[in-house]
């Protein structure tokens, strides 16, 4: 007997591209993935660095079973040797043995696998059934064992484990046990996967014929599309060189480990993959219009904007109106100061302006949102969310929904301070100048009559001899002077009070761009921009996911 050969050790064709990319699609997805997947898909990604780190030479292959399928005896027929305890007490294999070939012991390797109780192999006959140098076989406890700390050490095993033989029997070939909760649920794996038929001389050729084929369509409605049965027994050696030689390829292959972390990932992708749209909806421009529409009514635009053409006309008449009657302005309300929109100055006399209002007086003086515009408000978030939710699984609707909707009570202080941060004012129009101009030039003159008229008046009570007045025509010119000018000032009051108006509408529509601007703002940072968030995760995760499949092939 010869020791056989060790494969040559090194490291696993590396896998970080499909784990990171499913750690970087549980990060994304975060909440929004089903909690034991997204558990399930972290630990895999752990599993794959740490099983990478360790691989060496080695190929893990396990022998799992119910109890009395024969796995132990044969664990001991490929081992060539009785390492494992066989007997009909029930059940005989508390903790698992490992059998490893080859010169390396692979202790690193057995203490990640937690398994203690080791046995070095001296191969038989390499030349005739194979050289299995590297290879680590296990023999598991039942998993249908009525001891619960022996089910839980086997299926923990089973997670870590490269390749699986699943061994049974003819007495429990169709065991629920065994097909729904181990093979169906590994049924991702199937190319790490291998039945074995044991006990094949309790029956006739005959009866092991129709047992095989009932066990290949058990295990197509598995879920394994091309099951590998191999049939043995332990007892007389049927089909024990077969089933190590299908072990030897394995072996010699050094990709079972590599398949095996691949085939987890992609399970776990898959897994999570399902709680992912294919696509993200789109949202725009109907629902944004809509939400700033509903925060400017909140805001109180359309006081500001009222107010704000009450000031124009208000300035407008203190620079072109009337001369004579400029004066009652004084006693008119200013309804931008009443809304505390308008320019202020600090204590040292250096003027403020519209932006920093708030640092001097607080906030604006806009009465605060009504019922009717709140519930505005919280219908246009509700649509805005629903637009951006649109199929979307479950988990990830309804944290877009829930990103639509503006936390917290100080949005009505955020839209407060956009308003106020907005200039609402602009240059004095030149026309205002010209009018100015105008208005003091015919007030000059009709005072200048005036005067003429008290000359005259006081000249003629002194007796004092006065040429006779100029006319023009049969009027006076003191007459023409007064009443020409006054009725000049009237008119030019008027013709002024048309161009305010219109100066008005046009400085409303100026002053409506900017605030809608400043809402839209308000808008994006507090409702569009968490949905988009929410949706570039939903994105990440989906890319990723992919990626991680497609990495498992």
Known sequence: MTTSTTAAAGSLTPLPTGAEALL??????????????????????????????IAGGHTVVALAGATGSGKSSLFNALVGASVAEVGARRPITSTPHAAVWGADPGAELLDWLGVGRRHRVVDVAPEIFGALGGLVLLDLPDFDSRVVEHRSEASRVLDLVD????????????????????????SALAAVTIVVLNHADALTPAGLRQCHDDLVRLLRADGLADPEVIVTSARTGYGVPQLRQRISAVVAGHTAAEDRLRADVGAAAAALRASVADTEPEFGDPASARLVDAL???????????????????ESVGHTGWVFTRWSRAFSPEP?????????????????????????????????????????????????????????????????????QPAGADLHDELDRAIVGTPLRAPAP???????????????????????????????????????????????????????????GLLLTAAARVFSRAGARRRR?????????????????????????????????????????????
């Open 24 to 53: 970087a699609a549980v990060s994304a997805g975060g909440d929004q993935l089903p909690a034991p997947a997204r558990d399930q898909a972290a630990a895999i990604a752990a599993r794959v660095a740490e099983r990478s780190r």
């Open 163 to 186: 390749l699986f033989i699943w061994v049974t029997d003819p007495q429990k070939y169709a065991d629920a046990v065994l097909h729904d909760e181990f093979v169906a649920a590994r």
């Open 296 to 314: 400017s009514r909140a805001a109180g635009v359309p006081v500001v904007l009222k107010a704000l053409e009450q000031d124009y006309i208000r």
């Open 336 to 404: 931008l100061k009443r809304l505390r929109l308008d320019r202020v100055e600090t204590r040292d006399g250096i003027p403020v302006g519209e932006t920093d209002i708030r640092a001097v007086l607080g906030r604006s003086s806009i009465p605060p949102p009504s019922p009717a515009a709140r519930a505005d408000v919280d219908l246009a978030t509700r649509e805005v969310g629903r637009s951006a939710a649109q199929g979307l699984p479950k988990l990830w609707a309804r944290a877009v929904t829930e990103a639509a």
């Open 430 to 488: 030149r026309w205002w100048q010209v009018f100015d101009v105008m208005q003091w030039l015919v007030a000059a003159v009709a005072v200048a009559g005036l005067l003429w008229y008290l000359v005259l008046a006081v000249a003629g009570w002194l007796q004092f001899a006065l040429p006779e007045v100029s006319r023009w025509g049969i009027v006076p010119y003191p007459f023409v002077m007064l009443g020409g000018g006054l009725l000049a």
């Open 509 to 553: 529509a100026l002053v409506e761009g900017r605030l809608r601007t400043a809402i839209a703002a308000v808008a994006e940072r507090r409702v569009i921009d968490p949905v988009a968030r929410v949706l570039a995760r939903h994105r990440l995760a989906r890319e990723q996911l992919d990626l991680a499949r497609s990495c498992s092939h």
